[in-house]
């Protein structure tokens, strides 16, 4: 994915014989929109003249403010290599702006851009991502649904015949590879049916757009293997969640920030005052990094998933961990993040969390090396460990409390986002589950 003009794009729809082109933008909900035109619209969109129905769209505008704009990022195009037949199809995604010309403060893509410049301000250059996202593949039912029978059994990096996957994967791998991405690792992860493959980290606006696209590939791929790909953190009782880990990093140019060679732990005052932020605003932002109903039955102990706030340069039952590696790759890693968050949303409030500890020169506790998972309540109280939310609800409380955590959002995104998570928990806490009628019908 290189730097493209205006003109490189008109050259390619003719040279790669692209028929369609998909503007594609991420609504508050983390989900991806598009507006498909064909090739004949093309200078239209380059020229930012391609208007969509905002008041369509979750969290968006009102029915009397509905005119936006697509503003295309021309760095952005791909041509998606599956698609087959007359002609191809292509994407760019988008920016929104309002009708006014201004940018939208609603798009979750252009409200981390804002944020990314008050990093600026702080001296820094770059906000790096490397994330891991899990998902699970499930088999097709005859009709095409989505079954809950798992395609495999195996484990943790397990191999064929028990990793069923392992195809499905590789040509996941190879899709990816042919789309520009520079794929790290692709394994088996430890529940059955889970898999994880991990990319190279990038600036945080690409490493999102790279997140968006990366679910894209995955749901189309797994389908045309008879398989349904979810990114719902917790889809079966009693085995691992899917998480996705946020390796993250300050750079000042070519120079990680994080890394300081002789201090502890051969990290810098700015990695720890970073690494402070992120513990100090973690019940803010877990709303967030979590959004679903459905993410807090994966934060529980025993299932690998953090549910402490804490921190940990080798244990991996805390909220963040300092994996080994140095020099360039020296980063935090926040491990509570699940594959059904927004990334534009999880990074804003990630890096306001980090500034604001940078700003005021926060020192975090002191790292907890035991497994806590085995530490009972007065331990970890004794240490200073707080728990992470324990339900959508109370995360949600945090969050409109959490002064810092709220302006990293914005007032639209934050207004838009509580009403509508307001109305998923409500329709959870009222709706009459399996587990009632299998534990009370027959008891009372």
């Not at 499930?138 to 395609?151: I, Q």
């Not at 392992?166 to 059955?192: K, Q, T, Y």
């Not at 679903?292 to 402490?308: D, F, H, I, M, T």
Request: some cysteine; charged content about 25%; glycine content about 8%.
């Amino acid at each position: 994915m290189g730097k493209y003009s205006k003109e490189d794009i008109q050259r390619l729809v003719k040279e790669e014989n692209v028929n369609f082109i998909r503007l594609q933008f991420t609504d508050i909900l983390g989900v991806i929109k598009n507006v498909e035109i064909p090739t004949s619209q093309l200078d239209k969109a380059l020229d930012n003249k391609m208007m969509f129905d905002g008041s369509s769209i979750d969290g968006f505008v009102r029915i009397e403010e509905s005119d936006m704009y697509l503003f295309p990022d021309l760095d952005t195009w791909v041509v998606f290599p599956w698609i087959t037949g007359k002609g191809k199809v292509a994407r760019l995604i988008c920016d929104i702006y309002s009708a006014d010309g201004t940018p939208f403060a609603g798009d979750p893509r252009t409200n981390l851009k804002r944020v990314l410049k008050e990093m600026k301000e702080l001296g820094f250059t770059h906000f790096n991502l490397g994330p891991e996202p899990e998902f699970f593949l499930f088999k097709l039912d005859e009709r095409g649904e989505p079954s809950l029978e798992l395609n495999d059994h195996g484990g943790y990096f397990d191999l064929a015949p028990m990793d069923l996957g392992e195809n499905c994967r590789r040509d996941i791998v190879l899709e990816l590879e042919e789309m520009g991405f520079e794929i790290e690792a692709s394994h088996h992860e430890v529940a059955p049916g889970q898999h994880e493959i991990d990319f190279k980290y990038a600036d945080a606006v690409k490493a999102c757009d790279d997140i968006q696209t990366f679910k894209l590939v995955v749901k189309t791929i797994a389908r045309k293997h008879g398989l349904h790909a979810t990114f719902m953190p917790k889809p079966l009782f009693g085995v691992n969640g899917s998480g996705m880990h946020m390796n993250v990093s300050l750079f000042d140019g070519d120079r990680n920030t994080f890394l300081d060679e002789d201090g502890e732990m051969k990290l810098s005052e700015t990695a720890y005052q970073f690494l402070a932020g992120i513990l100090e605003h973690a019940e803010g932002f877990t709303a967030i990094t979590n959004p679903l109903v459905n993410s807090y039955k994966r934060l529980v102990p025993g299932y690998e998933a953090p549910c402490y706030i804490a921190w940990s340069g080798q244990n991996r039952s805390p909220l963040i961990r300092i994996p080994a590696s140095r020099g360039l790759s020296t980063r935090v890693e926040v491990r509570s993040v699940d594959p059904a968050a927004n990334p534009y949303l999880a990074m804003a409030v990630l890096l306001g969390a980090g500034l604001d500890g940078i700003r005021r020169k926060l020192t975090p506790p002191n790292p907890v090396d035991r497994n806590i998972y085995a530490m009972n309540k007065k331990e970890r109280e004794a240490v200073g460990i707080k728990d992470l939310p324990g339900t959508l609800y109370a995360a949600l409380q945090e969050l409109q409390k959490n002064e810092v955590m709220t302006k990293a959002l914005g007032e639209h995104i934050l207004n838009n986002f509580v009403e509508a998570k307001e109305i998923e928990w409500d329709m959870f806490r009222t709706s009459v589950h399996p587990w009632e009628r299998e534990q009370y019908l027959k008891m009372y």
